[in-house]
């Protein structure tokens, strides 16, 4: 299965600031998934990244918000955008499909304050 | 895709087998029942994924009733770091995303 490298693996920041969050694998895949734990929950799909197209949000996540790049096979952003306290979360890429399994970065711990 | 449920928590004791129960009573035809689980501060772990036949890999088997409403995934002989939350997801396998639910809590005890 694929190897997913996420950074960073863990940030504070300040409230009105953006971070960038990369998910680096080491082959190529087609689709990449974003997806968000916020503090004892489970964790909740913010979008589907597919090479050379925009990303798919799920509802409630807009592209403003959590702009998504996507330049290659193997890479992929995420930005969290003008952040508060409530996106104090892990946040988490995934990879894989078909008949095997996903497999899952080891994700970002986001503090804002 | 159909949705799960699954207790909230179980506990289980060291060395014994771990029974974890899913409820999917709206499967369809098409769509698989996964099994991931998450110790605390990493990511989601694969476990293992079945149609309809009962599975088995190095890790856990996975029995899914005839009528496909409900599976169980037994974790053999329990260890301590098999401590996790464990979640049960129903999925089309030909495309597309995973939506997971609350899971269960599993605690293993000495």
């Known amino acids: 299965s694929a190897v997913i490298s996420q950074k960073p693996s863990r940030d504070i920041c300040q409230r009105g600031t953006s971070l960038t969050i990369q998910c680096q694998v080491d082959?190529?895949?087609?689709?990449m998934f974003w997806y968000r734990q916020q503090p004892g929950q489970s964790l909740t799909l913010i979008a589907t990244?597919?090479?050379?197209?925009?990303?798919?949000?799920e509802s409630g996540f807009v592209i403003d918000k959590f702009p998504i790049s996507r330049p290659n096979l193997t890479f992929s952003t995420l930005t969290v955008s003008n952040m508060s306290p409530e996106d104090s979360s892990i946040y988490l890429c995934?990879?894989?499909?078909?008949?095997?399994?996903?497999?899952f970065g080891s994700g970002t711990r986001l503090t804002v304050v | 895709d159909a949705k799960t449920t699954q207790p909230p928590s179980m506990d289980c004791a060291e060395g014994r087998a771990a029974n974890l129960p899913c409820n999917h009573s709206?499967?369809?035809?098409?769509?698989?029942v996964y099994w991931y689980r998450q110790i605390h501060s990493q990511g989601p772990q694969y476990i293992i994924h079945?149609?309809?036949n009962n599975e088995t890999n190095e890790m856990a088997s996975l029995i899914i009733t005839e009528d496909r409403k409900s599976s169980t995934l037994i974790l053999p002989h329990a260890t301590l770091r098999d401590t996790a939350v464990y979640y049960c997801?129903?999925?089309?396998?030909?495309?597309?995303?995973?939506?997971f639910g609350a899971g269960t809590q599993v605690v293993v005890t000495p």
């Open positions: 082959s190529q895949v087609t689709m």
């Open positions: 995934s990879v894989g499909g078909g008949y095997g399994g996903y497999t």
């Open positions: 997801i129903v999925r089309n396998d030909s495309w597309g995303k995973f939506q």
């Open positions: 990244a597919n090479q050379g197209s925009e990303a798919t949000y």
């Open positions: 709206t499967i369809s035809g098409n769509e698989y």
């Open positions: 079945g149609l309809k």
